[in-house]
């Protein structure tokens, strides 16, 4: 009787990728896009928790 050989699953690709995210310096600017584009966001937010409350 043979012996099953087993193949284990290829490796995933784990190999450091850059982050546009975390790459991009934070400037002044950039937060204040930030913040003006979020108003919609932190809105829910607030409907949100005066429901929970």
């Known amino acids: 009787m043979e012996t099953p ?8 690709d784990r190999t450091p990728r850059a982050n546009p995210i975390v ?3 934070a400037t002044p600017a950039a937060c204040a896009r930030d913040y003006a584009a979020a108003g919609p966001v932190r809105a829910e937010l607030d ?3 005066r429901r929970a409350a």
Do not use: G
């Open 23 to 25: 790459d991009a310096p």
């Open 47 to 49: 409907k949100q928790q």
């Open 5 to 12: 050989t087993y193949d284990p699953p290829a490796e995933p």
